[in-house]
């Protein structure tokens, strides 16, 4: 445990007035240290980070974040929130604190009309995908499913579609928002502007989300993906060749160059697992076919290790980038 204080010690100075008292105000369950769930609900996807928290608030909307927060504020805690829980850092927790989970704030309505979407905090980009690609319609997310929507958005975005649509944080048209003084507010290009333009790329620092409301673009259900493979000693060749390619690739492929081991996944082949190499990846998000035949000199500087390019679901996309980080 990093923190001296043991996390009922904690519980036992708030009181079991307070406590009880924040217990019945919520609609949503309260997860103490002694809670059966309490080990699920303090996990981050970083494995280094273990905080314990004294109090974990399960809210269902908006109104429990608010009570979480005059609670938080009032009594002295540290607050913290979580979202998809897959910051690097694990921000997520906070020792002795109270912990905001959103993992059950996780409504997503499309219209596809329009073109919008809401999506509750407690959702992950392969949740939205899942629920937008019906209409072959998507938002700029992250590129691996399993991140938050939450965290993602408020740092920016950046994923597979970023160079025709702009990052996740590019297609917020409104938010809910509660502020430090409990309020629920909305926050738009015309209400609390100042407030919008504060979150968007300030993280949790000016209030929690407890409501998205994005635009969509027209992207999938399939596209052409760029993914291939070259030995290490060619890197000087791979490189100018993209180089020189990227000045001119529209806007519709977005690209990656990644240079290390080839990890020990289920995709790549056993006998080149721990190899070093550089891979070009990306993706074609107009017509798939076109795309294949745009990233067709990606796929020629020389002999592949691996070259598995081909038409895929965009969905499938953001499944290996998951399998990359389990
Ligand atoms: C395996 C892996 C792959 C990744 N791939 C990408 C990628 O392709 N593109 C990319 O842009 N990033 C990527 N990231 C980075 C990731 O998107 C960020 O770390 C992001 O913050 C995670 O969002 P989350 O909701 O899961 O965050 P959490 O860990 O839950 O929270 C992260 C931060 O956001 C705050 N927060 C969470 N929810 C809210 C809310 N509702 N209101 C206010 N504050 C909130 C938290 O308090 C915390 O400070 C990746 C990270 C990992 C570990």
Not at 109 to 126: C, I, K, Y
């Amino acid at each position: 445990m990093s923190s001296h204080k043991h996390p009922l010690g904690t519980v036992a100075e708030l009181g079991e007035e307070a406590v009880g008292g924040l217990s019945k105000a919520l609609s949503g369950e309260l997860i103490l240290p002694d809670h059966s769930e309490y080990n699920d609900a303090r996990d981050v996807w970083n494995g280094l980070v273990n905080r314990y928290p004294a109090v974990v608030v399960r809210a269902t909307g908006g109104q429990d974040v608010a009570t979480a927060v005059s609670f938080a504020r009032e009594h002295g805690l540290d607050l913290s929130v979580r979202g998809g829980a897959h910051q690097q850092a694990g921000d997520a927790v906070v020792d002795n604190g109270l912990v905001v989970d959103l993992s059950e704030c996780d409504e997503i309505t499309v219209d596809p009309e329009r073109q919008v979407a809401t999506v509750g905090p407690g959702n992950r980009a392969e949740d939205v995908l899942a629920e937008t690609q019906e209409y072959g319609l998507a938002m700029p997310t992250g590129s691996a499913g399993c991140v938050g929507i939450p965290g993602t958005t408020l740092n920016g975005g950046v994923g597979w579609i970023r160079r025709k649509h702009g990052l996740s944080v590019d297609a917020l048209r409104s938010m809910e928002v509660v502020t430090a003084d409990g309020s629920l507010v909305e926050a738009s290009p015309d209400t609390n502007t100042d407030l919008f333009w504060a979150m968007r790329g300030g993280d949790g620092n000016f209030g929690v989300v407890t409501n998205f409301e994005f635009d969509l673009y027209e992207v999938g259900p399939v596209v052409g993906a760029l993914n291939v493979f070259y030995p290490a000693d060619i890197v000087d060749e791979v490189l100018r060749t993209y180089r020189d390619f990227a000045a001119d690739a529209p806007e519709e492929l977005t690209t990656i160059v990644n240079y290390g081991e080839i990890p020990a996944i289920p995709p790549m082949p056993d006998h080149l697992h721990g190899e070093e190499a550089v891979g070009l990846i990306g993706c074609y998000t107009g017509d798939p076919e076109e795309g294949m035949e745009t990233v067709a000199p990606l796929r020629e500087v020389g002999d592949p290790l691996i070259d598995a390019s081909d038409v895929m679901p965009y969905e499938a996309l953001h499944e290996v980038g998951t399998l990359m980080h389990p």
